[in-house]
C-alpha cells in the first residue's frame, strides 16, 4: 500500500474552521499526508465574511503542476474554486489524474456569502464533475447546480436524477434536517440509498461540508475501494467532530476535528 497521500484545492479560511485549513486538519487526524493548492483568500471568522478575493488561474495552475510533478496524490478533493475559469483550468489539470477525485462544490459560506458567480454552474458540468468519483452538494449548492428547489425528499430525489441526466455518476446530497433526522442521500451510478444519523443540538456545525469531503477523500486515499463505505465513515467522523462545544468563536463555532477516529 502506497503512502496515504490527500490533496485538497481550496479556498482559505483564515479562522481556521473551515477551507483548506478544516481539509488539512482532517487529513493529518485520519492519518493522511496532506497538500494543498490555494484558489482563493476570504476574510471571515465564525461570524462571517466580509472578503473574498480570487486567486490568479495561473497561479493556480502553476501550484497544481508543481505538486503534481513531485507527489502524486492518492486522493484529491476540490472545494471552494471562485470562478469559472478557475473550475476549467483545474478540470484541465486533473483531465488524466489517476486517484479518486471528491468534488465539494462549495458555492456559498456557512453565512451565506456567495464563493462563486453564475458562470462557475456551467463551468462545473461541462468539466469538472464528469471527472469526479464523487461530487458532495448541500441541498443549496444543488439547488443553484440543478435550476429547481429541493424542499423536501421528493425533489432531493428529482435532483439526484438531474445530476445523473448530465453526466454526475455518483452524487452524495446532504439535505439537512428532517425531523429528529440529519438525511443524505447518497446515489451510484443512479442507485439511491437514505443515510441517516441523529439529529445534535450544537452549534459547532462551521466547516461540515468541508470536513465530510475531506474525510470520504483521506479514506479513499488511505485505499478504499468501496465509495459507499467511505461515504459512511465520513459521515460518521464529522458527527464525531461536532459532538462537543469546542468553545471557540463568538459566531458558528467549528467541529472539532481532534474528535474524530481513524477506524
Known amino acids: 500500500m502506497p503512502q496515504a497521500i490527500a490533496l485538497t484545492i481550496a479556498g482559505s479560511d483564515p479562522s481556521g474552521g473551515a477551507g483548506l485549513q478544516a481539509d488539512l486538519k482532517t487529513f493529518q487526524q485520519l492519518g493522511v499526508f496532506g497538500m494543498s493548492v490555494v484558489t482563493l483568500l476570504t476574510v471571515q471568522n465564525t461570524m462571517g465574511v466580509s472578503r473574498v478575493e480570487l486567486v490568479s488561474p495561473d497561479l493556480i495552475v502553476e501550484q497544481l503542476s508543481c505538486v503534481l510533478n513531485d507527489i502524486p496524490p492518492t486522493a484529491i478533493k476540490t472545494g471552494a474554486l471562485g470562478s469559472h475559469l478557475v473550475v476549467e483550468h483545474v478540470a ?19 453565512h ?5 458567480n453564475d458562470d462557475v454552474v456551467v463551468a462545473y458540468f461541462e468539466s469538472l464533475l464528469p471527472l469526479a468519483t464523487l461530487i458532495t452538494p448541500n441541498r443549496f449548492e ?3 447546480l440543478t435550476g429547481f428547489p429541493i424542499l423536501d425528499e421528493p425533489s432531493a430525489m428529482k435532483a439526484m436524477e438531474r445530476f445523473h441526466d448530465r453526466g454526475v455518476q455518483n452524487v452524495l446530497l446532504k439535505f439537512g434536517l428532517s425531523g429528529e433526522e440529519m438525511v443524505n442521500f447518497l446515489s451510484l451510478n443512479g442507485e439511491c440509498v437514505r443515510l441517516t444519523s441523529s439529529r445534535l443540538a ?5 466547516g461540515t461540508g468541508c470536513v465530510l469531503s475531506a474525510a470520504i477523500a483521506a ?10 463505505s467511505a461515504v459512511s465513515f465520513g459521515i460518521a467522523r464529522t458527527h464525531e467532530s461536532i459532538q462537543v462545544d469546542i468553545g471557540i468563536g463568538h459566531g458558528i ?10 477506524n
Open 112 to 116: 451565506g456569502h456567495s464563493l462563486a
Open 92 to 110: 484541465t489539470a486533473l483531465e488524466h489524474v489517476e486517484c479518486p477525485i471528491v468534488v465539494d462544490p462549495v458555492l456559498v459560506s456557512k
Open 219 to 228: 479514506k479513499l486515499a488511505s485505499g478504499e475501494l468501496n465509495l459507499e
Open 253 to 262: 463555532r467549528p467541529v472539532d476535528v481532534r474528535r474524530m477516529s481513524r
Open 202 to 206: 450544537f452549534n459547532n456545525t462551521h
Open 142 to 144: 444543488a439547488e443553484r
